[in-house]
């Protein structure tokens, strides 16, 4: 049986800048010429014939059949998400962590080897660490800024390295092109979940990575709507790996929030450059506040790996780290101090949100292994919005005040 998608034609668009490719890429309009893409809100489809039936699932006629294995929003989606990353295929999924899960699973099997690096958001650390073993998979944690350790990782059986640059909460800045380098000459693959860079300022693609995956739910739709998530490839890869774990498993991407993120990514462009100047802006202001002993933002000279900042982002994340004097107690005697400034585990959303990593987001870590990644009582994790800046700042330092 194929596994081909529809081949369906939609505008060349290649040609244009990024930005107004993030309007018009993938663009399928219907017989009424609607301007915004149409909700094809349906489970299935019909056929002419039991003949045209048949050659659909055969492959020979490249046709919708059921919207677990695709429909005609979710299709938009992938092809404006691939043509504007720079990829030859994508396939949606229902959120984050099922690309994530996808991209890593799919391809592997019993007696593999997985290299990852530590500092990880840790429901990928759990895919990395205990899912995989389950089913026979070997996994090696490194020191991912370390490349010796990389190097050392490394087996004849290791088929994928994976990371996250910059890492969930520290905002640490791997080397994406040295690393692929030492995967390709292991024979591995290269996975990259680039949410905090947003496609927008990193492009691992073109940096060496063989597979990029996202959160849609983060700043594509960035307004706190809906889930969905996006792995991106080769044609080759996703069609041999990912199309029919997703087919036959499941993880699909509702046509409706296929539209939500279609909507969002007509607006990417101007949301994230707006949060990360909000996020510099922050950045600035509490670096020299007392009760702020560390700062870590990827935009300042100040970064850890300031040079591979330079190297392969655009510009600094949304995101800022910090941490607060005093552990834990003072950690929450700030958080609950914020007014404008809201506590929540998302980011990437319009609305400023701050969430406290080792209670929430990495809580499954034991002590010693968040030391181990700087993930200590008092830090905190800032996702900027898209409010005035000045307001967000005097919010921050009213509620330092009350620690």
Request: charged letters at 20%; glycine letters at 8%; one cysteine or more.
């Amino acid at each position: 049986m194929s596994e081909t998608k529809p081949t369906i034609p939609v505008p060349a668009t290649s040609h244009f800048r990024r930005e107004t490719r993030l309007v018009h890429s993938g663009s399928l309009r219907s017989q009424f010429g609607e301007t915004s893409e149409a909700l094809f809100l349906t489970q299935g489809f019909v056929y002419d014939s039991a003949e045209q039936c048949e050659a659909r699932f055969t492959g020979d006629d490249a046709g919708f059949q059921y919207s677990r294995f695709s429909n005609p929003t979710v299709f938009s989606f992938e092809q404006r998400m691939a043509e504007f990353e720079g990829a030859e295929a994508a396939r949606a999924t229902a959120t984050g962590m099922a690309a994530v899960t996808a991209a890593i699973l799919a391809p592997l099997r019993a007696g593999d080897h997985v290299v990852a690096s530590k500092a990880m958001f840790g429901s990928c650390r759990y895919i990395v660490e205990d899912l995989l073993p389950r089913y026979g998979i070997e996994s090696t944690l490194v020191d991912g800024l370390d490349l010796g350790q990389w190097q050392r990782a490394m087996r004849p059986n290791t088929r994928t390295c994976f990371l996250e640059s910059p890492t969930n909460p520290t905002l640490d800045v791997l080397d994406i092109g040295a690393i692929a380098q030492i995967a390709h000459a292991g024979g591995a693959r290269l996975v990259v979940d680039n949410v905090f860079a947003t496609p927008i300022w990193q492009s691992p693609l073109q940096l060496g990575a063989d597979v990029v995956v996202y959160s849609a739910t983060k700043h594509i739709d960035g307004q706190g709507r809906c889930l969905g998530g996006v792995v991106l490839s080769s044609q080759a890869f996703i069609e041999e790996h990912i199309q029919t774990y997703l087919r036959q498993t499941g993880p699909s991407l509702s046509p409706f929030n296929a539209w939500v993120l279609l909507k969002g990514l007509e607006t990417l462009a101007i949301r994230v450059e707006k949060q990360t100047s909000n996020a510099a802006a922050i950045a600035d202001a509490l670096a020299e506040h007392p009760k702020v002993p560390r700062l870590v933002y990827p935009g300042r000279a100040d970064h850890p790996q300031a040079e591979t900042v330079k190297k392969q982002m655009g510009a600094g994340s949304t995101l800022v780290g910090f941490e607060v004097k005093g552990g834990k107690a003072e950690a929450f005697r700030f958080l609950n101090a914020l007014n404008l400034v809201k506590i929540s585990n998302n980011l990437g959303d319009a609305k400023s949100l701050v969430t406290h990593p080792a209670t929430t987001t990495h809580q499954r870590l034991k002590p010693e292994a968040r030391a181990e990644l700087g993930i200590t009582d008092g830090f905190i994790r800032l996702s900027a919005g898209l409010e005035h800046k000045d307001d967000l700042i005097e919010d921050l330092v009213a509620a330092l005040d009350r620690v």
